[in-house]
């Protein structure tokens, strides 16, 4: 079984969704992107693929994913959102440069570790996080 149909099957089981041709699709591709990515880029590549592919699906499928962990949103300064898929990469936070917009990954067991530590100790069970630094990076200094 393919990363993506490991990953259909555990969100289909989640969410208690009906399997469909079209959630299958989004999460394929979903689990093709590398990077951080732009919804309407996304949905303009699920509309190639599947010509019934729909905003509504694709923002349906997009919400149980972040419920559930299986991805992560990004919000820069000036309000674009990026989202991203943990299939493959580990759970990492952001630096986002509030002039140029690039972002910047920190992946850190450290942070992991303290964090799941912490929850521990005030007896907090965390299911989604998203840690954001908002500044400015060494080119727009
Ligand atoms: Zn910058
Ligand atoms: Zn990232």
Same mark, same amino acid.
């Given at each position: 079984m393919s990363k993506a149909e490991k990953i259909y099957k555990e969100y289909l089981k989640r969410t208690g969704g009906r399997d469909t041709q079209q959630k299958r699709t989004?999460?394929?591709?979903l689990s093709k992107l590398r990077s951080h990515f732009d919804i309407e880029d996304f949905i303009n590549e699920i509309r190639k693929k599947d010509s019934k592919g729909s905003r509504? =699906?694709?923002y349906r499928v997009m919400k149980g994913l972040l419920k559930e962990g299986f991805i992560q949103k990004i919000t820069t300064n000036d309000g674009k959102v990026y989202y991203?898929?943990?299939f493959t990469n580990k759970h990492h936070d952001h630096i986002i440069c509030n002039s140029c917009g690039k972002i910047f990954e920190i992946e850190s067991d450290?942070?992991?570790n303290y964090i799941n530590e912490y929850c521990e =100790?005030?007896?907090f069970k965390p299911?989604?996080?998203s840690?954001?630094?908002y500044g400015t990076c060494s080119d727009c200094l």
């Amino acid at each position: 079984m393919s990363k993506a149909e490991k990953i259909y099957k555990e969100y289909l089981k989640r969410t208690g969704g009906r399997d469909t041709q079209q959630k299958r699709t989004i999460i394929t591709e979903l689990s093709k992107l590398r990077s951080h990515f732009d919804i309407e880029d996304f949905i303009n590549e699920i509309r190639k693929k599947d010509s019934k592919g729909s905003r509504a =699906t694709v923002y349906r499928v997009m919400k149980g994913l972040l419920k559930e962990g299986f991805i992560q949103k990004i919000t820069t300064n000036d309000g674009k959102v990026y989202y991203e898929h943990n299939f493959t990469n580990k759970h990492h936070d952001h630096i986002i440069c509030n002039s140029c917009g690039k972002i910047f990954e920190i992946e850190s067991d450290r942070i992991e570790n303290y964090i799941n530590e912490y929850c521990e =100790t005030i007896g907090f069970k965390p299911e989604y996080r998203s840690l954001h630094i908002y500044g400015t990076c060494s080119d727009c200094l």
